[in-house]
């Protein structure tokens, strides 16, 4: 069975401040990794996905994510806030083509000025 | 230029009709879902086609049936809603047989029962 733990289900930062979210994953064999953006009332857009040739995965609007295997994190970060990075943030595992793809709890991002 | 569209945006309707959400993609891929995402904003895969074949089915009412006339479109009929049926349903596709590609969304559609 697969699963993502997404700690903190609202997180504030300033503008200007690093973002960090957090993603534990469970999984018994190898897992896909990605993290997803949803502005409000709009679809799910990729972020970034962790491919197993780098645990250093860059994204869109300047977000990043390492793999870490040790800790069983894909933590997400960016270095410094905008305000339009206000959304709602979803970590996901799958861990092959036939299965599923399962999503965390999602986290609130809310950056203030 | 959409990517996956999915009618209509809004779906307000009264418990005990019928209604239907219809999905497309243009991305050529093979693999399409249905996610519901609650008021708490959780999303649970509901359903899973490849090539017009039933692959994922979690456990979801029969009153929901999902149809794939061909790989790019998937639909969704639902019977006799009901109040806890309530949610934004999201439509993706993907490309099968590789084993790290994404899901493309949808816009989603809103289905209020009142």
């Known amino acids: 069975a697969q699963s993502v733990t997404q700690l903190g289900s609202h997180v504030s930062v300033s503008e200007g401040a690093l973002v960090l979210l957090r993603c534990n994953y469970s999984s018994s064999v190898p897992p896909y990794l990605f993290w997803y953006v949803q502005y409000p009332n709009q679809g799910l857009q990729l972020l970034l996905k962790?491919?197993?040739?780098?645990?250093l995965v860059k994204g869109i609007n300047g977000f990043e994510a390492e793999f870490k295997k040790s800790e069983t994190s894909f933590h997400l970060t960016k270095p410094s806030a905008h305000m339009s990075d206000a959304a709602e943030y979803f970590c996901a595992v799958r861990t092959g083509t036939a299965s599923k793809l399962t999503f965390g709890t999602g986290t609130r991002l809310q950056v203030t000025l | 230029d959409t990517a996956v569209s999915q009618t209509p945006k809004y779906l307000v309707t009264q418990m005990g009709n019928d209604k239907s959400i219809k999905c497309e993609q243009n991305l050529g891929h093979d693999t399409m879902y249905w996610y519901k995402q609650d008021s708490k904003k959780f999303l649970k895969i509901m359903f899973s086609y490849n090539n017009k074949e039933l692959i994922i089915n979690e456990t979801v009412p029969n009153r929901f049936s999902p149809k794939s006339p061909d790989k790019a479109h998937l639909n969704l009929h639902i019977n006799s809603l009901e109040l806890g049926d309530s949610a934004v349903y999201f439509c993706a596709s993907s490309s099968a047989g590789q084993d790290n590609s994404p899901l493309h969304f949808g816009n989603g559609t809103r289905l209020t029962v009142t």
């Open positions: 962790y491919t197993s040739a780098a645990t």
